[in-house]
């Protein structure tokens, strides 16, 4: 399967965002490695976004000066400034935008340094572009800068308008918490893709340090009891991996 091929699936499962005037999600991807810079780039033009690529510290800060990007993607080690250096200029004139750090530097204290220093997001290299996407997306929906262009999730007979967060199944209605329901939230913008219990931490608890899995399992019950009792499964296990939502038969 080519690259264009994943992206294109990815872009029909990813939340479809833009700015409440119709404008597309700008993104800066700062990478010194030109192909990974591309990479993402790509992946986030198939989303629809508008992205610059720059490869050097100095001239991401003076493109991001005059393009105002709602999400930034920082490598660690560039030339002209580091990437925290460049997220810490930035942020002079943009102090709400959202950065994640995509860096082959893979150390846990690594990782702890990038969010101290201002980093929203941490992936190390090699990486899954699935993933930098859909946690992207992620950052740019919680930053509050973007517009869903759908109030409405539904999968099967379960529906979630996620402005009046009000859940059904079946047409009865279904109470939840609110971790509860940002968990099916996740669930439902991702169906029948099979979650793992750290991509889950990450994107309900926004944490994906190892020792917490217990936490996931805990509420997925909670949210079974309250979709599946009495009813056609939708909230399967797949053994290792994690969690799918899928409709019911």
């Known amino acids: 399967m080519t690259a264009h ?9 990813l939340p479809k965002l833009s700015h409440p005037d119709g404008a597309p999600i700008r993104a800066l991807v700062v990478d010194d490695e030109p192909m990974l810079a591309d990479l993402v780039a790509m992946g986030l033009r198939m989303c629809n976004w508008d992205v610059r690529v720059s490869h050097d510290g100095i001239d991401a800060v003076e493109q991001a000066r005059a393009f105002a990007p709602d999400v930034l993607v920082l490598d660690w ?10 997220l810490a200029k930035i942020r002079q004139h943009y102090p709400e935008v959202p950065a994640l ?25 090699p990486f899954a572009i699935e993933e930098v996407l859909l946690r992207l997306h992620r950052l740019v929906q919680r930053s509050g800068a973007a517009y869903q262009d759908t109030a409405e999730l539904v999968v099967g007979d379960l529906t979630m308008n ?4 009000e859940v059904t199944r079946g047409g009865d209605p279904i109470d939840l918490t609110a971790t509860q329901f940002e968990l099916l939230r996740y669930l439902m913008e991702n169906p029948k893709v099979v979650l793992s219990r750290g991509q889950i931490l990450d994107n309900v608890w ?31 296990t797949v053994r290792g991996v994690g969690y799918v939502l899928r409709p019911a038969i």
Do not use: C, W
């Open 5 to 13: 091929h994943n992206f294109a699936a990815l872009a029909g499962v």
């Open 77 to 86: 080690m560039l030339p002209g400034l580091e990437g925290d250096q460049v």
């Open 101 to 125: 750090f995509l860096t082959a530097k893979d150390t846990v204290e690594d990782r702890i340094t990038g969010l101290v220093r201002g980093g929203d997001d941490y992936v190390t290299k």
């Open 162 to 165: 996620v402005e009046t967060r």
């Open 206 to 236: 926004h944490y994906d340090f190892a020792g917490q899995a217990n936490i996931v399992e805990l509420y997925i019950s909670y949210l079974r009891k309250k979709i599946d009792a009495g009813r056609e499964p939708m909230i399967h």
